[in-house]
């Protein structure tokens, strides 16, 4: 059994930055792959950013403004959205598996003001 537990969604205006967090209750380094995930209203989840044996992979629609990164230490994985859009607003997730299991967090919302 894996928890992960986001933080660091709130409301801010285009332009601005925001940092999530995910911390899991299992050793990170033991997740692959693991990432951020996130649903508009009304669309379904997409693939925002992610790591896979270590490397990054990222949406087109993020490419160059968000980074994706863990503290290994601290089990945590980070997303580090700059340049905020109003389109980037949702509810961001934070997806891990572990044994072939997939698992989710419960979600932090994202609203980006134009």
């Known amino acids: 059994q894996v928890q992960l537990v986001e933080s660091g969604g709130g409301l801010v205006q285009a332009g601005e930055s925001l940092r999530l967090s995910c911390v899991t209750s299992?050793?990170?380094?033991?997740?692959?792959?693991i990432g951020w995930y996130r649903q508009a209203p009304g669309l379904q989840r997409e693939l925002v950013a992610s790591?896979?044996?270590?490397?990054?992979g990222y949406a087109d629609s993020v490419k160059g403004r968000f980074t994706i990164s863990r503290a290994i230490a601290k089990d945590t994985l980070y997303l580090q959205m700059n340049s905020l859009k109003p389109e980037d607003t949702a509810v961001y997730y934070c997806?891990?598996?572990?044994?072939?299991?997939?698992?989710w967090g419960q979600g932090t919302e994202v609203t980006v003001s134009s």
């Open positions: 790591l896979t044996d270590g490397r990054t």
């Open positions: 299992r050793s990170i380094l033991g997740l692959n792959p």
């Open positions: 997806g891990a598996r572990m044994s072939g299991i997939d698992y």
